[in-house]
C-alpha cells in the first residue's frame, strides 16, 4: 500500500498543501522549508495510531503542544488538519482515506479536541466523527478512533500501516557511543541507537542473508571491507556487527561497528531498512555522510532492492539537499515535490511546464530543479569569510 495523495490545513510551516506522491518522491527545498515538518505528518499519524503509549493527546504533547504544530501564519481558522488517501502498490482507485482535524477548545481546560475525524474505505465512509456518542460526551473527541483498539476494528489494516511506518536519520556517534552516552533512546529510536537491536531481534536466517547481501554490497564501495557478520559479545551479551578488514595479514583483521566509519554505518542502516518490511519509510539526507559516487546510485539501490524482495515495494519519501542524488537521471520526475517559501508558509508544487522541457531535453532533477532552491540571501553568507 502506498500513500497517494497528502492534503494539510496550518500543520507547522504549511498553511495549505495538496500535494501527490509517489513511491518514491523526493522532497526538495532550502533549509528551514519545511522537508522534515512535512515527514513529521506521517511520523505524527504513526504515533496517533499507537494504542499502546500513543495516542492524539500525546502526540501533540511531544511536539511542545498545539501552539507548536499549528501554523503560524494562520488567523482566523486555527483548525489544524491532515487527509491522506492510499492505494495497493500500482492501483488507481483509493483503498483508504484518513481525516483528522482538531483544534483547542475556545473556553474552559483548552483541551485539543478533534473537530472531525473520517475514514473512508474504497470511497464508502465508515467513520464520521463528531458522532452522537461525541455529543453527548464530548471528553470523548480528546481520543481518535485510531488508536482505540475497540473503535478501529473497521480498519486495522490502516492502523497497522502507519503504525508501522519508519523513519530514519541515523546519526553514527549515537550508535557508536551508545554505552558512554548513557543509552538514552528517544521514542521510536529516529537516530538509530536501537539498531544493532533491531538487528539482533530479527530471526537468524532472515538476519543472515540480509547481513551478507549488505556486506557484498559495501565491500564494492568500501575498502577492504569483507564478510558482515552479526555477533553478542561473550561477556556483555551485547549485540554487535562485526566486519572483516582484508590487510596484508592472509585472515585479515576483524572490526566492530565503533570502528566502522559514519558512512559505511550511514550505509549499512540504509540498506537494512530498504529490506525490512514494507510499509511507509522516511528517510532524512541520507546522502549524510557518503561519498558522491556512492549517493549517486541511492536511487538505483532503492529500484535494485524493491526488484529483489518477494514483497511488495515499501513507499520511500526522502528529504534531500545533494546534487549527486539527483543528478541520477532514473529518478522519475513525477515523484519530485518542490518546497518553496512564500510569505505565508512554505507552498509544496510538483515539476512547472519548464522543467519538464528542460528535462525532456536530457537535464537531471539536480540541473533543472535543484537549483531552484538555492536562496540568493545565502550570498550573503560571504562576508563572514
Ligand atoms: N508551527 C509552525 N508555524 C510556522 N513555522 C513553523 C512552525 N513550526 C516550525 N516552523 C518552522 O519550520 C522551519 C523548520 O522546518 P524543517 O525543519 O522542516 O526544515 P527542513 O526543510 O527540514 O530544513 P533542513 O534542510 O535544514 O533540515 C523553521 O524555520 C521553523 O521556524
Ligand atoms: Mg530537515
Same mark, same amino acid.
Given at each position: ?306 526488484? @529483489?524482495? %518477494? ?10 539537499? *545533494? +546534487? #549527486?542524488? &539527483? /543528478?541520477? !537521471? ?21 515539476? @512547472?511546464? %519548464? ?10 532533477? *539536480? +540541473? #533543472?530543479? &535543484? /537549483?531552484? !532552491? ?12
Amino acid at each position: 500500500m502506498i500513500i497517494t495523495q497528502i492534503k494539510l490545513k496550518n500543520w507547522k510551516n504549511f498553511l495549505d498543501v495538496d500535494v501527490p506522491l509517489h513511491e518514491r518522491t523526493y522532497l526538495l527545498g532550502a533549509n528551514a522549508s519545511g522537508k522534515s515538518n512535512l515527514l513529521d505528518v506521517f511520523r505524527f499519524l504513526r504515533d496517533v495510531s499507537k494504542s499502546q503509549g500513543g495516542g492524539l493527546q500525546k502526540a501533540i504533547h511531544d511536539r511542545g503542544g498545539i501552539k507548536m504544530v499549528r501554523c503560524l501564519h494562520a488567523r482566523k481558522d486555527t483548525e489544524v488538519k491532515i487527509e491522506v488517501s492510499l492505494a495497493e502498490n500500482g492501483e488507481e482507485s483509493q483503498t483508504w482515506r484518513y481525516v483528522l482535524a482538531f483544534k483547542s477548545e475556545p473556553k474552559g481546560e483548552h483541551r485539543v479536541l478533534i473537530s472531525s475525524e473520517e475514514v473512508y474505505s474504497r470511497g464508502k465512509r465508515i467513520l464520521h466523527r463528531p458522532d452522537e456518542n461525541d455529543k453527548n460526551d464530548p471528553a470523548r473527541l480528546t481520543q481518535t478512533a485510531m488508536e482505540q483498539i475497540q473503535a478501529n476494528s473497521n480498519f486495522r489494516d490502516l492502523v497497522k500501516y502507519f503504525e508501522e511506518t519508519t523513519y530514519l536519520h541515523l546519526v553514527p556517534q549515537l550508535l557508536k557511543f551508545n554505552d558512554q552516552i548513557g543509552g538514552q533512546f528517544l521514542e521510536g529510536d529516529p537516530f538509530g541507537q536501537g539498531f544493532l537491536e533491531r538487528v539482533a531481534r530479527t530471526p537468524k536466517t532472515t538476519r543472515d542473508s540480509r547481513l551478507e547481501k549488505i556486506g557484498s554490497a559495501l565491500s564494492l564501495v568500501v575498502p577492504h571491507f569483507h564478510e558482515l557478520h552479526f555477533i553478542k559479545d561473550d561477556y556483555t551479551g551485547r549485540p554487535h556487527l562485526e566486519a572483516k578488514y582484508a590487510h596484508h595479514r592472509p585472515n585479515g583483521a576483524l572490526q566492530r561497528e565503533d570502528q566502522f566509519s559514519d558512512g559505511t554505518l550511514r550505509l549499512i542502516a540504509l540498506l537494512w531498512v530498504l529490506y525490512e518490511g514494507d510499509s511507509l519509510l522516511l528517510l532524512e539526507e541520507p546522502e549524510l555522510s557518503l561519498n558522491n559516487s556512492i549517493v549517486q546510485q541511492i536511487p538505483i539501490l532503492f529500484q535494485h532492492i524493491s526488484r @529483489n524482495r %518477494r514483497k511488495r515495494t515499501r513507499q520511500i519519501l526522502t528529504s534531500t539537499h *545533494s +546534487e #549527486a542524488l &539527483l /543528478s541520477n !537521471t532514473g529518478i522519475d520526475p513525477k515523484g519530485v515535490l518542490l518546497l518553496e517559501s512564500a510569505q505565508e508558509g512554505t507552498r509544496i508544487r510538483t515539476i @512547472n511546464e %519548464r522543467e519538464a522541457v528542460l528535462l525532456k531535453d536530457g537535464f537531471s532533477i *539536480s +540541473e #533543472a530543479v &535543484l /537549483s531552484q !532552491t538555492a536562496l540568493d540571501t545565502a550570498k550573503q553568507l560571504s562576508i563572514y569569510n
